[in-house]
């Protein structure tokens, strides 16, 4: 059965700081994967996506992930907090196709000044 | 162009009383997605639907749990009777026809069964 793990709970990091966030995924086929973020008292936001292709994707709001196959991971990267960063953070594979998403349990982002 | 639309935001009810949950997704989408978010569980599909149609429901937790896609712009997530461990975060979504589509979230419904 496919399943990701994101091993942070919560992560503090300084405005200004860079950020790397960490995403295992378990799939037996190519995966299709994703970030979404997710702020309070809303709904998820997609950050980025990766199908096939460079492995490096650039997403929204300066994010960028690198997919890696022999590590079974995808992190999200950022070179520079803002403070306007901070909320939850969802990592995604794509079974079945893209069409049925397993997400992570989340990671927390706090941004100190 | 407006998103998914969820109604209401907000929901608090007794134990036992009929919970409907409504969402419209973004027009021209023909796949529909519910979700639920709890602390315990995280986020967890229920069902999904392609052009209106049941295409999986094995998140769907029990029988007191039914979907309904009328037409392609309106779902239900009925809960009935309800029940207090229901409490949670309901989030829908929706995507596209080009494959490759991300799915699109509403705001979600916080629902809460006392």
């Known amino acids: 059965a496919q399943s990701v793990t994101q091993p942070d709970i919560h992560i503090t990091v300084s405005e200004g700081a860079s950020l790397e966030l960490r995403c295992n995924y378990s799939?037996?086929?190519?995966?299709?994967l994703f970030w979404y973020v997710q702020s309070p008292g809303q709904g998820l936001q997609l950050l980025l996506k990766?199908?096939?292709?460079?492995?490096l994707v650039q997403g929204i709001k300066g994010f960028e992930a690198e997919f890696k196959r022999s590590q079974s991971s995808f992190n999200l990267r950022k070179p520079s907090v803002h403070w306007s960063d901070a909320a939850e953070y969802f990592c995604?594979?794509?079974?079945?196709?893209?069409?049925?998403?397993?997400f992570g349990t989340g990671t927390r982002l706090l941004v100190s000044p | 162009d407006a998103g998914v639309i969820q109604s209401p935001r907000h929901e608090v009810t007794e134990m036992g009383q009929e919970v409907t949950l409504r969402c419209k997704p973004i027009?021209?989408?023909?796949?529909l997605f519910w979700y639920r978010q709890t602390m315990m569980r995280g986020l967890e599909l229920l069902i999904y639907f392609n052009n209106n149609v049941p295409i999986d429901d094995s998140g769907m937790p029990e029988d007191r749990f039914s979907a309904k896609m009328p037409n392609a712009s309106f779902s239900t997530l009925k809960i009935q009777p309800s029940e207090p461990r229901d409490s949670a975060v309901y989030f829908c979504?929706?995507?596209?026809?080009?494959?490759?589509?991300?799915?699109?979230f509403g705001d979600g419904t916080r629902l809460s069964i006392l």
């Open positions: 979504a929706s995507s596209g026809t080009v494959s490759n589509q991300p799915q699109h």
């Open positions: 799939y037996g086929a190519t995966p299709y």
């Open positions: 990766y199908f096939s292709g460079d492995t």
């Open positions: 995604a594979v794509g079974a079945g196709g893209f069409q049925k998403l397993v």
């Open positions: 027009s021209g989408h023909n796949s």
